[in-house]
């Protein structure tokens, strides 16, 4: 049955996200009839384009971005009736007054300003739509990120929007909250009692969380070039993903029980030294090679990028938590461009039998393992260990595999697609608070000053592999191996 009215405002209307996710992801939504007849998306940027216009480039990017079952035709004109197109520049106040005559002033429905910009747009955004009187008060904002470059502009961009918007009206999107898996990390601690006895330090060794892609900088180069990937992926989906494993079992799944659990994980990270700074953290470029079999440039040589970038496109570190929980678990983060595969996954490794009877083919019997893959495909794998058949008694380990799609048989729903309808139904839970993005810039800030200082370049590696040698070493030191199965 489709839900809410709505008015969804979308700035960067012609942009890549739009094109690439949001756009995609309400036409599932209308096909599978949960938008209502009157709602309305508002597209707007700065190019002068006609509804009719925009509806042309709509159909293109939907044809190029959906597999070739999903589109249909008739669904994409029905879906275009709801989409209409306005012109306004964030440079000129008076270009917001278009957006009046296309919004229904009715409390019940729902007023969604998406801004799919680049954050120095945000302030200014937000103020000509409080200009134009167009920010009614149950209105809401969706920043997408990066939300600054550090803990300042960050703050500035937040108090600015702030004064428009109060916090239970802005939604601060992290895609990788709207992840299948994602949530269902949650739904696996928090709705089943047999992991939680096991939930910390007394049972679990260490924990492991990659996110590796296997693309490039994508015609992204100027932008990356100034954020690489500690503020790319770091300071936020690799940071969101810690605290759903980390965080205290929350009181209630409102917005503020869970936001309130997670910013005690950002807030109990420990702090980096100089010195750690040197020894915990790998910071890589890649160089090039090879991916999916075709010849790829480094990153030195791709469109947008100074031949002397010191940005970096890897990084991984060994993060510890201060609390009775976590004391001493090492948490082991990686991210980084052209990878070996696209993987992206957390690996919770559980300590060994605290007496081992029984032995495993190399003598010593494997550990347990709980691997939640978020990328390629949602599902978990459950590593035990169990007799090989046959005579004797030993060992071998065996895996518990589930694949969330075949679990359900029904289509998951694409991040932003399940955050969109959020926003709208206004569920703030997988959003992040203020205080939250600040703490994580806060531990992020020390390291980006210390790389700023330094004379030293990104350890280089081969586009297509795991990352500079410096990274196997980070954790061989501590006798273990980053999980790489695919
Ligand atoms: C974005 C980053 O937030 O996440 C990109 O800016 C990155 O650089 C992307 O490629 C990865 O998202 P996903 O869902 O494709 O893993």
């Known amino acids: 049955m489709a839900g809410r009215s709505f008015d969804l405002v979308l700035f960067g209307g012609t942009g890549d996200l739009a094109g690439r996710k949001l756009l995609p992801g309400m036409y599932f939504r209308y096909r599978d009839g949960d938008i209502a007849d009157d709602s309305r998306i508002i597209a707007t940027a700065r190019q002068q384009l006609t509804t009719e216009q925009f509806h042309g480039l709509v159909r293109e990017r939907l044809q190029q971005n959906l597999e070739a079952g999903d589109f249909d035709a008739g669904t994409c004109d029905g879906f275009l009736r709801h989409i209409q197109y306005v012109t306004t520049d964030a440079g000129d106040g008076a270009s917001f007054q278009g957006l009046r005559p296309l919004l229904t002033d009715a409390p019940e429905r729902a007023r969604v300003f998406f801004l799919a910009t680049s954050p120095t747009f945000f302030t200014a955004i937000a103020s000509h739509l409080a200009e134009a009187g167009l920010v009614t008060p149950t209105a809401r904002v969706v920043l997408e990120k990066p939300l600054g470059r550090d803990l300042a502009s960050s703050r500035e961009i937040n108090e600015a929007v702030g004064r428009i918007f109060s916090e239970d009206r802005i939604y601060r999107i992290d895609h990788y909250l709207g992840k299948e898996s994602v949530q269902n990390l949650l739904a696996l601690r928090f709705g089943n009692s047999m992991f939680e006895p096991l ?28 954020t690489g990937a500690l503020r790319d992926m770091v300071q936020n989906h690799l940071l969101q993903l810690l605290c759903i494993v980390a965080m205290e079992p929350p009181t209630s799944i409102d917005p503020d029980s869970v936001r309130d659990a997670k910013l005690q994980v950002l807030r ?19 160089r090039a090679g090879a991916s999916e079999g075709r010849p790829v440039p480094g990153f030195l040589d791709e469109p947008g990028i100074p031949h002397d ?45 605290p007496h081992a009877i029984l032995q ?22 459950l590593q035990l260990q169990a ?20 679990a359900h048989k029904a289509r998951m729903l694409d991040a932003y697609e399940r955050l969109l309808m959020d926003v709208i139904r206004g569920r703030l839970t997988l959003f992040m608070r203020r205080d939250e993005q600040e703490a994580a810039w806060a531990w992020v800030e020390p390291i980006l000053d210390a790389w700023a200082a330094s004379d030293e370049a990104p350890k280089p590696y081969t586009a297509g592999t795991w990352g500079p040698a410096a990274s196997s070493a980070l954790i061989g030191r501590d006798n273990r191996a980053w999980h790489e199965e695919v």
Not at 270 to 277: G, H, L, Q, T, V
Not at 361 to 380: C, E, F, T
């Open 360 to 381: 495993g083919p190399s003598g010593i019997a494997a550990h347990n393992r709980l691997v939640i893959r978020l990328q390629p495909h949602d599902g978990l794998t």
């Open 387 to 406: 007799k090989t058949p046959g005579d004797g008694m030993r060992l071998q380990p065996i895996q518990l595999d589930l694949a969330f799609q075949n």
């Open 199 to 226: 939930w910390s330090r007394s049972w679990v060794r260490d924990v492991q969380i990659t996110i590796g892609e296997q693309v490039g900088v994508e015609g992204r180069g100027e932008f990356y070039n100034q």
């Open 309 to 353: 970038s010191r940005t970096e496109t890897f990084v991984a570190l060994k993060a510890e938590l201060c609390n009775w929980r976590w004391a001493g678990v090492p948490f082991y983060l990686r991210t980084g461009k052209r990878m070996q595969d696209r993987l992206a996954e957390i690996v919770v490794n559980f300590r060994n039998v």
């Open 268 to 286: 109990s990270l420990k702090r980096f030294s100089e010195a750690d700074i040197q020894d915990r953290i790998v910071r890589g470029q890649y």
